[in-house]
C-alpha cells in the first residue's frame, strides 16, 4: 500500500516518518521544499526511541506522488486545501482514499464541491499526534498520542468505511471509532470558537486598534468576558447541531468538557491548563508596543475555514445565531 502525506509541517513529518519507520506502508511525500529532506528521517518518541524512516518519495509536483497512492492525507492548514484539492485532482487514482488529518476546517465541504461525486473521502475528528519539527526535513518530535481516533468516511459502502477504519487502526496503532457522517468530523466546538471567542475579547470593540505594553498570553490571562462569549457561542453552535443527522451527545459543551459551571470557574479552568501554559496571543511588537497581528493562523483559519463553516451550515438551516455571526463578520473583516 502506498500512502502519500500532502504537506510538511509538523504532523506531515511526523506522520509520514512514523508509517514509514513502522512498515506499516510505501510513503510518498508532497512538499513545497523537496530538496530540504534527506533519508532516514528522525522521529523521536516520547518513549525516547528514534525511529528511522525512508520516504520512498518526495517532490513538489503532484505527478510524481499522487497516482500511485491507495490513501491521500491532507496535513495542510485550512487555507490550502482548495488549492491543493484542485493540483491533485486529475492525478487521484480510481478507488484511491482522499482525507484530512484534522477536518474543522472545512475539508469534506470542499472536497465534495470540487472532487468526484464518488470519491472516497475521511476525515479525522482530531489529529492522530501531537507533533513539532525539530528541524525540517531531517527529524521531527511525537510529543503525544490519542488513546482513540474518531474518523468520518464518505462515498463508500458501510463493509468499506468499517475496512477503512480497520486499516487506519493498523497505521496508528490506535482504536479508530467510525463516526455517523462527515458532520461529526467537520463541526466542532474547539478552536473554530474558542480562539475566535479569545481574540473577539483581546482585540474587538473597545479594544479595537489597542496597543499593548507586552504581549498577551492566550490561555493563561484568559478572561471572564472571554468565557462568557465562548459560553455564548457553544449555546448557539449547539442549536445547529440539533437540526443536523448527528449522534446526540457525539460532543460535550464547553462547560462539561473544561468541567466547569460557570464563566468564572471555565475561564479559571482555560487559565490553569498546563498544556495551555506559554502559548501567546497573536500579536506582533510595533514602534509603539504590541498590536493584533492579523496574518496569523488564528486569523486566516479560525474564522474563515472554522467558525465560516459554522455559520454557513447554520445560514443553510436557517437557524439564527446572532452572536457567531457578529464574531465571524469581525474576524472576516480583519483579512481584507
Same mark, same amino acid.
Given at each position: 500500500?502506498?500512502? =502519500?502525506? =500532502?504537506?510538511?509541517?509538523?504532523?506531515?513529518?511526523?506522520?509520514?516518518?512514523?508509517?514509514?519507520?513502522?512498515?506499516?506502508?510505501?510513503?510518498?511525500?508532497?512538499?513545497?521544499?523537496?530538496?530540504?529532506?534527506?533519508?532516514?528521517?528522525?522521529?523521536?518518541?516520547?518513549?525516547?526511541?528514534?525511529?528511522?524512516? @525512508?520516504?520512498?518519495?518526495?517532490?513538489?509536483?503532484?505527478?510524481?506522488?499522487?497516482?500511485?497512492?491507495?490513501?491521500?492525507?491532507?496535513?495542510?492548514?485550512?487555507?490550502?486545501?482548495?488549492?491543493?484539492?484542485?493540483?491533485?485532482?486529475?492525478?487521484?487514482?480510481?478507488?484511491?482514499?482522499?482525507? =484530512?488529518?484534522?477536518?474543522?476546517?472545512?475539508?469534506?465541504?470542499?472536497?465534495?464541491?470540487?472532487l468526484k461525486a464518488d470519491q472516497p473521502l475521511f476525515g479525522f475528528q482530531r489529529v492522530p499526534f501531537i507533533a513539532r519539527v525539530e528541524e525540517y526535513g531531517k527529524s521531527a518530535n511525537l510529543l503525544?498520542?490519542?488513546? @482513540?481516533?474518531?474518523?468520518?468516511?464518505?462515498?463508500?459502502?458501510?463493509?468499506?468505511?468499517?475496512?477503512?477504519?480497520?486499516?487506519?487502526?493498523?497505521?496508528?496503532e490506535r482504536p479508530v471509532n467510525l463516526l455517523n457522517n462527515f458532520y461529526e468530523a467537520s463541526l466542532t466546538n474547539s478552536n473554530p470558537i474558542l480562539h475566535p471567542a479569545r481574540l473577539y475579547d483581546l482585540f474587538a470593540e473597545e479594544n479595537e486598534g489597542r496597543i499593548y505594553p507586552q504581549q498577551?498570553?492566550?490561555?493563561?490571562?484568559?478572561?471572564?468576558?472571554?468565557?462568557?462569549?465562548?459560553?455564548?457561542?457553544?449555546?448557539?453552535?449547539?442549536?445547529?447541531?440539533?437540526?443536523?443527522?448527528?449522534?446526540?451527545?457525539?460532543?460535550?459543551?464547553?462547560?462539561?468538557?473544561?468541567?466547569?459551571?460557570?464563566?468564572? @470557574?471555565?475561564?479559571?479552568?482555560?487559565?490553569?491548563?498546563?498544556?495551555?501554559?506559554?502559548?501567546?496571543?497573536?500579536?506582533?511588537?510595533?514602534?509603539?508596543?504590541?498590536?493584533?497581528?492579523?496574518?496569523?493562523?488564528?486569523?486566516?483559519?479560525?474564522?474563515?475555514?472554522?467558525?465560516?463553516?459554522?455559520?454557513?451550515?447554520?445560514?443553510?438551516?436557517?437557524?439564527?445565531?446572532?452572536?457567531?455571526?457578529?464574531?465571524? @463578520?469581525?474576524?472576516?473583516?480583519?483579512?481584507?
Amino acid at each position: 500500500m502506498t500512502v =502519500c502525506i =500532502c504537506g510538511s509541517g509538523a504532523l506531515g513529518h511526523v506522520i509520514a516518518g512514523y508509517l514509514a519507520a513502522k512498515g506499516k506502508a510505501e510513503v510518498n511525500l508532497l512538499s513545497s521544499k523537496p530538496e530540504l529532506w534527506q533519508n532516514p528521517l528522525l522521529i523521536h518518541t516520547p518513549e525516547g526511541e528514534d525511529l528511522k524512516a @525512508s520516504i520512498h518519495k518526495v517532490s513538489s509536483k503532484p505527478s510524481e506522488v499522487i497516482p500511485e497512492a491507495d490513501i491521500i492525507l491532507f496535513c495542510y492548514p485550512g487555507f490550502q486545501n482548495r488549492s491543493a484539492l484542485l493540483s491533485i485532482k486529475e492525478h487521484i487514482k480510481k478507488g484511491a482514499f482522499v482525507g =484530512c488529518v484534522f477536518s474543522s476546517t472545512g475539508f469534506f465541504f470542499e472536497a465534495t464541491e470540487i472532487l468526484k461525486a464518488d470519491q472516497p473521502l475521511f476525515g479525522f475528528q482530531r489529529v492522530p499526534f501531537i507533533a513539532r519539527v525539530e528541524e525540517y526535513g531531517k527529524s521531527a518530535n511525537l510529543l503525544g498520542y490519542k488513546d @482513540s481516533l474518531n474518523v468520518a468516511v464518505e462515498n463508500v459502502e458501510e463493509r468499506e468505511k468499517l475496512a477503512f477504519a480497520e486499516c487506519l487502526s493498523n497505521f496508528f496503532e490506535r482504536p479508530v471509532n467510525l463516526l455517523n457522517n462527515f458532520y461529526e468530523a467537520s463541526l466542532t466546538n474547539s478552536n473554530p470558537i474558542l480562539h475566535p471567542a479569545r481574540l473577539y475579547d483581546l482585540f474587538a470593540e473597545e479594544n479595537e486598534g489597542r496597543i499593548y505594553p507586552q504581549q498577551i498570553l492566550f490561555y493563561e490571562d484568559w478572561s471572564i468576558k472571554a468565557a462568557e462569549l465562548l459560553i455564548e457561542m457553544d449555546r448557539e453552535f449547539f442549536k445547529v447541531l440539533e437540526v443536523l443527522p448527528v449522534r446526540k451527545g457525539f460532543l460535550p459543551r464547553i462547560l462539561d468538557y473544561y468541567e466547569s459551571r460557570d464563566a468564572a @470557574s471555565l475561564a479559571a479552568k482555560l487559565r490553569s491548563i498546563k498544556a495551555f501554559k506559554g502559548i501567546k496571543a497573536p500579536m506582533k511588537l510595533t514602534d509603539k508596543g504590541w498590536v493584533a497581528d492579523y496574518s496569523s493562523r488564528y486569523f486566516t483559519e479560525d474564522f474563515p475555514y472554522g467558525l465560516g463553516y459554522i455559520c454557513k451550515v447554520a445560514h443553510e438551516h436557517k437557524i439564527k445565531v446572532p452572536t457567531l455571526e457578529k464574531v465571524l @463578520s469581525w474576524g472576516l473583516s480583519k483579512l481584507l
